[in-house]
DNA sequence: CTGAAAGCGCTTACAG
DNA sequence: CTGAAAGCGCTTACAG
């Protein structure tokens, strides 16, 4: 295919600038940068040749200058706590989906649900002067609020609800869901619910609360029933903790795991056990990851939204980075029981 | 804890700049940078003060300016096929932990086995002059190829090894890996053994050839049992594909699937459907990912050093950031056979 | 609606 | 080993 030949180059580095545009199309440097952000004070003839014109020459503005002209960057910081929960991966697949058409890259900083590398991968991401910031929960250390608020830049947090004026939110409420899927265990007639729990971050408490709200509200709570560990999340975990609460808990008659890869270790385990579900034991599990429709038998979850929470977090994101102010500060999507063979 | 106050502010931003460090270290601001980023040219006592003077001021240097007076930024730009392939997730989590404590942030792209993605991903995130580029695998569009080479930025290609002179390459051989697994099925008496595969990304072709490489050199080769999906990767996937395998050859004895999601669904089928693992068929998987210890039989599989392939490849990238040659172009770092109870 | 000037905060040669 | 000058490629006010 022909390739037209620019006409000027005036920079040492060889690359095409506003300036071979402003050039080529008869106008000021200014002008091509107005025309080409889509600024609407622009003649739309002269847009028009501008646009033109940076075409022919394939210019691409150079993000650093632009960053530190205008002193924000075309990134978007994320924060998440783990990508080995497929949750996330989910989550952040429909953000880059969302995002990357609007010109924004994604600046991925990966927290392993501690506090302090969060505060730190924030404190390296606003160095970079993001043009917005994704975080994940609502929950943060003091320093992190306050790096957060100081920096001026827009910040929606994912994954919960909020209530706290100011504060954008986009997600559902992990109590609710909680409750909701114990709610289903006792409408199964289940006496003896356990809570099985790992990572213990934030949402996963909420979840505890929901179960306990539910549990207590029909007198069939019972702390002992709850198996909580700060370890991170696994199929693995799932089935020693599986096996543990079997043997602690001999007349428990479900379980509910604060997340699916949890809950498939736990069924896994109670085939190696014969342990028969749901008749002898009930399962639940929560996010209804990949493969837990496969399991023997299918499991019972909580489908949560992650990839409508990325979307509409990322589009909450970009109207906040147009600089207008949207009305909606906390966006409840919601969750749905999927009902298996496992309860 | 006291803070101690600045001194001078000039700059209408409020940024602390390298000016200030200067005027308080009382040298001139190139001195600052390049006693900042560690040029041996400085002399140790003045560098020394410099630093003292930055920290006292909290200064950190402007990534967008550094990158545009240095015609390149402090990124990473990281081309990956999937995060929903685990493996992938193990490689980025060593390649950020390796990259980030030398100051350079990651930038990811998700290409979805797309080349067409990869490539206009690439021309993004070239706009952004990433310091570094790594990339998966060595098969790449004509386009691609000529990007990355006209781009002069230093690339490292991981999973898989390569013979191109001045191409650097981490991983291991798909195809001895391929070839092992294989091996060993025939080595435990199989005669008829299947290769599952999805997704036919250049690598799981490549182990392709090394099944087939072994069953022929056995005399064992059948084309017929060779299940090829282009759809992605999934458990669910797995246990249609095993079902089918089963249907259309009865006298199947043994299944390589190229990866261990797919095997995980088999397994689940082979569990549903009654059918008796390893005995009535043996199952082996590829990748050794999280949850195939726990199946039922856990899973015989191979183990990929995704881990080390992350830090040995962000190690050798760094190198050629710093303007080294390092004289391996190759680095092979094997694979291992988890062999369990399904084989 | 368009433009000339100044500046964003660094680093790259070039001197000494 | 240190520094003065120039420039990286844009955008932000400020004029007209």
Redesign the pocket.
């Known amino acids: 295919m022909p390739t037209p030949t620019p006409t000027a180059r005036p920079?040492?580095?060889g690359?095409?600038?506003?300036?071979d545009v402003a050039a080529l199309a008869g106008?000021?440097?200014?002008?091509v940068?107005?025309a080409?952000?889509g600024e609407?004070?622009?003649?739309p003839a002269?847009?028009e040749r501008v646009k033109e014109a940076a075409s022919q020459l394939r210019?691409?503005?150079?993000p650093a200058?632009?960053a530190?002209?205008?002193?924000h960057s075309s990134h978007v910081a994320v924060l998440i706590p783990m990508l080995s929960n497929a949750l996330f991966v989910d989550l952040l697949e429909a953000v880059q989906r969302t995002l990357r058409p609007a010109g924004y890259q994604t600046l991925i900083g990966i927290t392993h649900y501690n506090p302090d590398e969060e505060e730190q991968l924030l404190r390296e991401q606003l160095q970079h002067r993001p043009a917005g910031l994704l975080v994940t929960g609502t929950d943060h250390s003091a320093t992190t609020r306050a790096l957060i608020e100081g920096s001026g830049v827009p910040c929606v947090h994912v994954m919960e609800l909020g209530n706290t004026p100011g504060v954008y939110c986009v997600g559902f409420s992990q109590h609710a869901a909680g409750q909701a899927i114990t709610e289903h265990l006792v409408q199964r007639g289940h006496k003896r619910i356990a809570f099985v729990a790992a990572q213990l971050d934030p949402r996963t408490l909420q979840r505890a609360e929901g179960y306990r709200a539910c549990l207590r509200q029909h007198g069939l709570y019972d702390a002992g029933l709850e198996l909580l560990s700060p370890l991170p999340s696994s199929m693995a975990l799932g089935s020693v903790l599986f096996e543990d609460l079997l043997r602690e808990h001999p007349d428990c008659d479900a379980v509910f795991f604060c997340n699916d890869d949890l809950a498939q270790g736990g069924l896994l385990a109670a085939l190696r056990l014969g342990v028969a579900v749901p008749q002898r034991v009930a399962v639940a599990g929560f996010n209804d990851l990949s493969g837990s429709d496969q399991m023997l038998p299918p499991l019972t979850t909580v489908r949560t939204p992650r990839e409508a929470i990325g979307e509409a977090s990322a589009r909450l994101l970009l109207a906040l980075m147009r600089g207008e102010t949207p009305p909606a500060h906390s966006i409840d999507l919601g969750f749905e029981l999927m009902l298996r063979a496992s309860s």
């Open positions: 920079r040492a580095t690359r095409v600038t506003l300036s106008v000021s440097p200014i002008t940068s107005r080409l952000r609407r004070t622009v003649d002269l847009a210019y691409t503005p150079d200058a632009r530190l002209a205008s002193r």
